[in-house]
């Protein structure tokens, strides 16, 4: 095991030369090394609802289907109570007897299917976005338990990994590290996202919920390497890594378009219908028309083909 003050010295210099994608995966070699585990999870949780719900996700040696399982039982959790009302300070336990008695065994259950019998959760709340940040390692094997060093490893450590995880985040952004931004697994895993980011997810996706993106989202992601938004004049492109995607939200100048013509616009030139369009805007068709011709004048265009175009343009860069 390497020594507490060298894993930090690498942690520091890694968040600042490596790329996000690798650097996730860093980290949990980073704790490894001082503190060994099975499994982990860094995740942000969302407990303002009366629930608690999965809103970002980064899994090592996890499946994905660990999320839906632990928000079924998260109410009975008494880790989770632990960790929100002793922020910065570890809950390390055994999950037999942590949940032996049987108004609780539905979690024990949990933690047998997920081999999450030891355990070493740690939790802070992020000031910006306010979720409840954690870290979490599990160990398999019901005897191997972790220590009380192990512990006051974590909680040492853990402070710093919130800070370089943020660098990381920071100089990916490069001149502008409060843009908003996720960073999205290839299988629409959620792993991290800006609370504007998550904010424009919601109004454009009003069903959605938890640490996937939409499926119509990550269709489009994959084929177009854009997405446009309705709900705002925003857009999403892509940058593709080696194993997740920097996604950036981008604000689209409107080049003097009112918003409901920006709206008509964007849905129109997806290949909308007026009638389709006049549905989703919640107004009449001649209005729609009205709307698409008032757009063609004031962006240079003359057919739905040409619109498309003009709003596939470079964000930012849109104009007449």
Not at 140 to 169: K, M, S, V, W
Not at 244 to 270: D, F, M, N, S
């Amino acid at each position: 095991m390497t020594s507490f003050n060298s894993e930090l010295l690498s942690l520091y210099k890694d968040c600042r030369s490596e790329s996000i994608d690798r650097f996730q995966i860093a980290v949990f070699e980073r704790i490894k090394a001082l503190v060994p585990f099975d499994s982990g999870r860094l995740i942000g949780v969302d407990t303002t609802r009366g629930g608690a719900e999965v809103r970002t996700s980064l899994n090592h040696r996890e499946p994905e289907a660990v999320n839906v399982h632990w928000e079924e039982v998260a109410r009975l959790d008494r880790v989770l109570s632990a960790v929100s009302n002793s922020p910065g300070i570890a809950c390390n336990f055994n999950a037999r007897r942590l949940f032996s008695d049987a108004e609780v065994a539905v979690v024990l259950d949990y933690t047998v299917r997920f081999r999450h019998l030891n355990g070493l959760v740690i939790a802070t709340i992020n000031e910006i976005s306010g979720l409840l940040e954690g870290l979490s390692l599990y160990r398999a094997r019901d005897d191997d338990q972790f220590t009380y060093a192990d512990q006051r490893c974590i909680e040492g450590f853990a402070p710093h990994l919130q800070q370089a995880l943020q660098i990381n985040r920071a100089l990916t952004q490069g001149a502008e590290p409060a843009f908003p931004f996720a960073i999205i697994s290839y299988s629409g895993l959620l792993n991290f996202c800006t609370s504007q980011f998550d904010e424009y997810l919601r109004a454009e996706f009003a069903s959605w919920k938890g640490y996937r993106i939409p499926e119509l989202l990550q269709r489009t992601l994959e084929t177009d390497g854009y997405y446009n938004f309705v709900s705002h004049p925003v857009r999403l492109t892509v940058q593709c890594l080696e194993s997740v995607w920097l996604v950036r939200a981008h604000r689209i100048e409107p080049c003097g378009l009112t918003p409901r013509e920006l709206k008509a616009a964007l849905l129109y030139g997806q290949g909308l219908t007026h009638k389709a369009v006049a549905r989703q805007l919640n107004v009449a068709p001649s209005t729609v028309r009205n709307f698409i011709q008032n757009v063609y004048q004031k962006l240079n265009v003359h057919d739905r083909a040409s619109l498309a175009l003009k709003l596939s343009a470079t964000p930012g860069s849109l104009s007449a």
